[in-house]
């Protein structure tokens, strides 16, 4: 015996928000996908018949009804932040490493090997200590092929 499915009570207010920004044209894919799940759940469609609408996991769009449930439109919409380590060097630093594998070799070499750069910069006191692996990974996000 297939159960009903529970709808999701939203208010007017935010049945507003979602008509407004599933038609405003310039939501993200996820932002968008998500006022879809919160539409189609108000309607009293299953986890499982969204899912297979939206091309997404059960588990996704219940979890984007529970936020809704528990936190509001605004939580439900919108991305938490993701976790993830911390940027060691700063916005300076990565461009004074940077300026550096720019500037002419040192003399006895024809161009900077990473672990030239590596030990320059700390020689320089650019920075208390890096790897030349550290360098490698600045100097591929400014797409510099000088080494």
């Given at each position: 015996?297939?159960?009903?499915?529970?709808?999701?009570?939203?208010?007017?207010?935010?049945?507003?928000?979602?008509?407004?920004?599933?038609?405003?044209?310039?939501?993200?894919a996820r932002?968008?996908?998500?006022?879809?799940?919160?539409?189609?759940?108000?309607?009293?469609k299953t986890?499982?018949?969204?899912?297979?609408?939206?091309?997404?996991?059960?588990?996704?769009?219940?979890?984007?009804?529970?936020?809704?449930?528990?936190?509001?439109?605004?939580?439900?919409?919108?991305?938490?932040?993701?976790?993830?380590?911390?940027?060691?060097?700063?916005?300076?630093?990565?461009?004074?490493?940077?300026?550096?594998?720019?500037?002419?070799?040192?003399?006895?070499?024809?161009?900077?090997?990473?672990?030239?750069?590596?030990?320059?910069?700390?020689?320089?006191?650019?920075?208390?200590?890096?790897?030349?692996?550290?360098?490698?990974?600045?100097?591929?996000?400014?797409?510099?092929?000088?080494?």
């Open positions: 015996m297939a159960r009903k499915a529970k709808k999701l009570n939203i208010t007017k207010k935010d049945q507003r928000k979602l008509k407004e920004l599933s038609q405003s044209g310039t939501l993200k932002k968008l996908n998500r006022c879809r799940i919160l539409s189609l759940k108000s309607q009293g986890l499982d018949e969204i899912a297979a609408m939206l091309k997404m996991s059960k588990v996704t769009v219940n979890e984007i009804c529970k936020r809704y449930e528990h936190e509001g439109l605004e939580a439900a919409l919108n991305e938490r932040p993701r976790s993830g380590k911390p940027s060691i060097f700063d916005g300076k630093q990565k461009a004074k490493i940077t300026a550096l594998a720019c500037s002419k070799a040192p003399e006895g070499h024809s161009q900077w090997s990473l672990r030239l750069l590596a030990d320059k910069a700390v020689e320089l006191e650019f920075v208390e200590s890096i790897s030349h692996t550290d360098v490698g990974r600045i100097l591929k996000k400014t797409k510099s092929n000088l080494t």
